[in-house]
């Protein structure tokens, strides 16, 4: 094995020791650092890049909070104008209602007054005919000339007989 | 009104999508605190084991041999030496499958 | 074709003599020279730019510095921070020397391949550990040699046992690197010369260098693993011993 001769150790230890001394002389002043440099930027910036990123997220969250909010406002006032409404509505077609069969209670009312005015009159104009009729009859038949009044009276009683009788 | 609805859930998705990520960057960022030993393969294990135990022994008969030819003791200390160095290396390659399971073998201690 | 251990014999350049001391510029220095300028390249050519968004060859730089400085602080705690310069040195020099003879065709030298230069490494990190921990602990530092819970009559048994631990560290930790570097370059070696030996005879042995030269292949993905795996082990056990010597445990 050539890696045993004790007579290549010397030549190998001495420039082991020159090119190592050299190195780490290179990595501690230069190179290591640079790299920490390097490193420390990057981790500061990310870092706060980050924390910027989460304040903006944060402030969409509100945003999108306070939307949402905006929204179910809206949707319950809505709700509750076309509830509003709706009774309002109700209440005016009510009264309508309620005024239209007032009035037209009122007209039936008339009319039935002027029925009765009507069939009253009809019947009183019916009873003199009647009346007359019966005193022409009784007389021509009988020759009688009676008392006009009492001829009334009866007929009166008959009509109003009739009507019961009818009704 | 199913329109808003819509974007608003649409939002919501993308907000949270946001989150999932900005949590997941703060996550990368952070140093990663791991083993340090542990990750070394099978191999790497078995040839650290294997040297420390003939290191033990070798100590033992580089010691053995100077001590005897200084105090002209030939062999006994040599013998006395490996074995003593024998049991070195097995101390050795104890402490060192110790460190491989414990991982890194520094801990932070009250802090 | 060469013997598999002529890739290890040292050859003389540029004979030097100081004070009776042979410091000839040998293969070995050459190799040496190469991996301080490829390390130096890397490093400077990686960091030129020193970008905040990094480019391939800035990432690799970044990823050593961090795989090192992660895995000292793992080993050995914050205190150690102050030794990144040198085992982040350690580490790269290693994993240079270690990778340089891999390459084919170019024949480097591999300076890991020499007990010598593996020696000398791990016998400057041994005395260095010590001194540290002499300086930190001051002569509270021989505690390290007696175990806390030994009867009494075992204890200068016991103690021995510890110092020859203690002094097996450069040796495993040199032995270790230096023996698999040699088994590695040899294998590759011995079957690079299978396969050029059977395809130069020719015919029907030809079509059986095709074997030896799957296995080369493989075998070299193995060597590369090795290489990189012995670096890190090295490191790492340099981290555990500073860690010994800064907190005895």
Redesign the interface.
Known sequence: ?????P???????????V??A???I???R???P??????K???D???DD?TA??QL?AK??EA?IA??KA?ADA?NNAASIVLSKRDEIKADTEAALQKLSEELNAKIDEAQKRIDEAKSKALSDVRDVATDVCSEIVSQISGLNLDKKSIEKVVKAKTDAAMKGDA | MTDNKKSSEEMKAELDDLNARLSAAREASKPKVASGYNEATTYGRATRLVAELIAGILVGVLLGWYLDQWLGTKPWLMILLIIIGAAAGILNVMRAAKQMVQGGSYNEEGK | MAGPLEQFEIHSKVPIEVAGYDISITNSAISLAIALVILMVFMLGGMRKAALVPGRWQSSVEMCYEFIAKMLGDTAGHEARQFFPFVFTLFMFILTANLMGMVPWLHLFTVTSHIAVTFALAFFIFIGVTILGFIKHGIGFLKFFVPGDAPLALLPLLVIIEIVSYLSRPISLSVRLFANMVAGHTMLQVFGGFVVSLAAAGGIFALGSVLPFAFIVALTGLELLVACLQAYVFAVLTCIYLNDALHMH
């Open positions: 094995m050539p890696q045993l001769d007579a290549v150790f010397l030549p190998q230890i001495f420039w082991l020791i090119v190592f050299a190195l780490y290179f990595i501690a230069n190179a290591a640079k790299i920490a440099d390097v490193l930027k990057r981790q910036r990310i870092a980050l990123a989460e997220q969409a969250e999108r939307f949402e929204q949707r």
